[in-house]
Nanobody
Framework: QVQLVESGGGSVQPGGSLGLSCAVS????????MRWYRQAPGNQRELVAG??????NYADSVKGRFTISRDNAKNTVYLQMNSLKPEDTADYYC???????????????WGQGTQVTVSS
């Protein structure tokens, strides 16, 4: 079994910063990709940022403000969010492609989500 546990959400004023983390635990041979998604009320879930090896991509709406990083030794992915705007308010979800053993296929997993509120 594999579990993803997010932490670090909360409330912040516009222009502020928050950092999210997501720890992957369980039977892990390799974590291929790690991503952050978000979903605001009434909206579809959207990809915020992803990291695969040395390759990183961001949604246009967060480029220059958010930074994704990962610590392979800790099986953890981070999302540093700066210059936050009210439109960044959403539930943020961690997502990972995990291979259990070298004989296993890759599977996709989700965390439970953490709420981020940007409001004055």
């Amino acid at each position: 079994q594999v579990q993803l546990v997010e932490s670090g959400g909360g409330s912040v004023q516009p222009g502020g910063s928050l950092g999210l983390s997501c720890a992957v635990s369980g039977t892990i041979f390799n974590i291929v990709s790690m991503r952050w998604y978000r979903q605001a009320p009434g909206n579809q879930r959207e990809l915020v940022a992803g990291i695969t090896g040395e390759s990183i991509n961001y949604a246009d709406s967060v480029k220059g403000r958010f930074t994704i990083s990962r610590d392979n030794a800790k099986n953890t992915v981070y999302l540093q969010m700066n210059s936050l705007k009210p439109e960044d308010t959403a539930d943020y979800y961690c997502n990972a492609d995990v291979i259990w053993t070298k004989f296993s296929t890759m599977r996709n997993y989700w965390g439970q989500g953490t709420q981020v509120t940007v409001s004055s």
